[in-house]
Nanobody, 116 residues
Framework: QVQLVESGGGLVQAGGSLRLACAASTSIFSINVMGWYRQAPGKQRELVATLTSGGTTNYADAVKGRFTISRDNAKNTVYLQMNSLKPEDTAVYYC??????????WGQGTQVTVSS
């Protein structure tokens, strides 16, 4: 079992940047897919970005060209660099880990608020 702890959220003005971090309690080397999702008030949780163990990335159309997902296996950490932030990016951001076995884990989330 892995525990995921997100950090880096906060309040930023539109056009600004934030970098979220997701620290795993175990090695992420064997995790199939790590990802970031977000949930805005009154909305369903949605995919933001994913990164496979082989290095393949996938982004939601709404964040393409602005967000970048990356991983540091030595630090057991996955990052989400968010640039050119918009008010509509305001949400709670969650880290996820999907193992080859099919087991799936979530972090507790970190709040990102973008003011106009």
């Amino acid at each position: 079992q892995v525990q995921l702890v997100e950090s880096g959220g906060g309040l930023v003005q539109a056009g600004g940047s934030l970098r979220l971090a997701c620290a795993a309690s175990t090695s992420i080397f064997s995790i199939n897919v790590m990802g970031w999702y977000r949930q805005a008030p009154g909305k369903q949780r949605e995919l933001v970005a994913t990164l496979t163990s082989g290095g393949t990335t996938n982004y939601a159309d709404a964040v393409k060209g602005r967000f970048t997902i990356s991983r540091d296996n030595a630090k057991n950490t996955v990052y989400l660099q968010m640039n050119s932030l918009k008010p509509e990016d305001t949400a709670v951001y969650y880290c996820s880990a999907a193992y080859y076995s099919g087991r799936y884990y979530w972090g507790q989330g970190t709040q990102v608020t973008v003011s106009s």
